[in-house]
């Protein structure tokens, strides 16, 4: 699972990402309003952990835009902001959950795993992706084409679920590189083009999604709709 924490307390924002790396969270981390919004936008991420005080656009604003671009990233406010009022703002603007500091670690670790939980039975049916003349399986890691199922290695299977979720979409080979291996992954210049390669092999056919390069950019699944 990768989750986003935005906060502008650094020494605290430290905390947060040791103590969910702790417990086996891919975490990412910006202080700035304008930052998290434009990463909380990429799709990459499972969950985000945000401070409404923040520099650039504050909380509320960041998910106000949030939501009016119809992304359901599920959002846990974590703030000193302890009126009832501020509550009911943060949850009115798309929160999901609202935890005030100072906060117990174990109670931000338990909302944290209840976040994701109702999340993932909100999104149990897209196990199932279908794009043109593509079905994907998350769970079982199966693509379906012209009748014939094959079970895909895990990352290329990670890469296929990230085209199939955001068709047409330009994605950066940065966007796609930190999902499939991390940041701080050392992955060879030419790993991520096998990978798009053998995809491009698979889906080869005239009803089928393409994966097309955007020079100096990254890739982009180009559908026929």
Avoid at 62 to 88: F, I, Y
């Amino acid at each position: 699972m990768k989750l986003l924490v935005i906060e502008d307390d650094v020494a605290l924002a430290h905390a947060i990402e040791k103590l969910l790396r702790e417990e086996g969270y891919d975490v990412s981390q910006t202080s700035d309003g304008e930052i998290g919004l434009h990463l909380a936008l990429s799709g990459l991420y499972d969950a985000l952990v945000l401070d409404l005080m923040i520099p650039g656009i504050n909380g509320f604003e960041l998910l106000r835009q949030l939501r009016e671009k119809h992304n359901g990233t599920p959002v846990l406010v974590l703030t000193a902001r302890d009126q009832v009022a501020d509550r009911v703002k943060g949850l009115d603007y798309g929160a999901d959950d609202y935890l005030v500091k100072p906060f117990a670690t174990t109670e931000l670790l338990a909302r944290i795993r209840a976040l994701l939980r109702r999340y993932d039975k909100i999104g149990a049916d897209l196990d199932l992706l279908m794009v043109d003349g593509v079905t994907y399986h998350r769970k079982a890691r199966e693509l379906i084409k012209d009748g014939v199922t094959y079970v895909l290695p895990p990352k290329e299977a990670a890469l296929l679920e990230l085209f199939l979720r955001h068709p047409r979409q330009v994605l950066t080979r940065e966007q796609i590189m930190d999902r499939l291996w991390g940041y701080e992954a050392e992955v060879l210049e030419n790993t991520l083009e096998t990978y798009v390669s053998k995809l491009r092999k698979r889906l080869e056919g005239e009803e089928c999604p393409l994966i097309q390069t955007v020079r100096g950019i990254g890739y982009r699944l180009q559908t026929r709709d």
